[in-house]
């Protein structure tokens, strides 16, 4: 059975922390993405990457930093955290797809609610 | 600027009613649209389209894709409780890993 698991539930932070939020996947998936959702803007993505150690800026990566040492795990992180960084984080990962065969599809882990005080 | 725009933005039914829901798209060299339904967390897969006219169906759910007025539609025929959820549009160009999503329709299904 697919699978992308997130580190965290639930967490609260201060400001200022620094914030690791990780996430892994057991598919073998080439592609993993880290997604913040927040009221009436729906997922809106912070940074994907395609391969170990390549990264790619999603369309709000201000204030975020990811690592992708290993091919299953993703890690996204909030160097210096703030209250409007608080949101529902989302990770998903996708193969490297073949549109044939509904190679599209991302599968997300449960998300991460952080709450930054 | 590429983007995705579902409505409504919420809607509640009885159960039995048949539900449409649209997504929109404005999305350069489109590759694929997909619908996932989000209930208290991760959202779930329920259908990628690519081609025009062709409907995909899972039980009482079913989509279709209109590439030249770029829309899709999900309905859900003889809806129950379960399928409250926020429903999810995706779109994905060729060439790119990104996808946009929309905002999503809350569905809510009263007994």
């Known amino acids: 059975d697919v699978k992308v698991t997130q580190s965290s539930r639930y967490l609260v932070k201060r400001t200022g922390e620094k914030v690791f939020l990780e996430c892994v996947q057991d598919m073998d998936h080439e592609n993993m993405f880290w997604y913040r959702q927040d009221p009436g803007l729906g997922l809106r993505l912070i940074y994907f990457s395609y391969d170990v150690k390549m990264k790619e800026k999603g369309d709000i990566p201000e204030g975020y930093s990811v690592s992708r040492e290993k091919k299953e795990r993703f890690s996204l992180i909030l160097e210096s955290a703030s209250t409007n960084q608080t949101s529902m984080y989302l990770c998903?990962?996708?193969?490297?797809?073949?549109?044939?065969?509904?190679?599209?599809?991302?599968?997300f882990g449960p998300g991460t609610r952080l709450t930054v005080l | 600027e590429d983007k995705v725009v579902q409505s409504p933005l919420s809607l509640v039914v009885h159960e039995g009613d048949t539900v449409t829901l649209n997504c929109s798209y404005e999305?350069?060299?489109?590759?694929?649209l997909l619908w996932y339904k989000q209930e208290k967390k991760a959202p779930t897969f329920l259908f990628m389209l690519t081609s025009s006219g062709i409907e995909k169906k899972s039980g009482r759910l079913s989509s279709i894709l209109d590439k030249k007025e770029l829309f899709s539609i999900l309905n859900i025929t003889a809806t129950q409780t379960g399928d409250s959820a926020v429903y999810l549009c995706?779109?994905?160009?060729?060439?790119?890993?990104?996808?946009?999503f929309g905002t999503g329709t809350r569905l809510k299904v009263l007994a």
């Open positions: 995706a779109a994905r160009a060729a060439g790119t890993y990104k996808y946009i």
């Open positions: 999305v350069t060299n489109f590759r694929s």
């Open positions: 998903a990962s996708s193969p490297t797809s073949d549109v044939r065969n509904n190679g599209d599809e991302q599968f």
